[in-house]
């Protein structure tokens, strides 16, 4: 029986996407739009994801991707400066 690959989601809303300089990275890795608002496979492991816009806080969280077949989701939220 084969294994289930471990899956992470960064959710950004459409008003956090159309913020003027987004950036999304995991481990420092810009992350393109098309890797965004879907599962992606990942290995597992500990990552660091982080949003920055221009006039935003920037937005951090760690995501622990423990077993295989976990899913984990995370929503950017990006509050004014």
Do not use: C
Not at 41 to 70: C, E, M, S
């Amino acid at each position: 029986m084969e294994a289930k690959v471990a899956t992470l989601r960064i959710v950004v809303p459409e008003p956090v996407a159309a913020l003027s300089g987004l950036k999304v990275t995991r481990d420092g890795e810009v992350l393109r739009p098309e890797a965004l608002n879907k599962y992606m496979p990942v290995d597992k492991g500990t990552y660091v994801l982080k949003a920055t816009a221009n006039g935003k806080h920037p937005w951090t969280r760690q995501a622990h991707i423990h077993a295989d077949g976990f899913e984990a989701s995370f929503t950017v939220v990006m509050r004014d400066l």
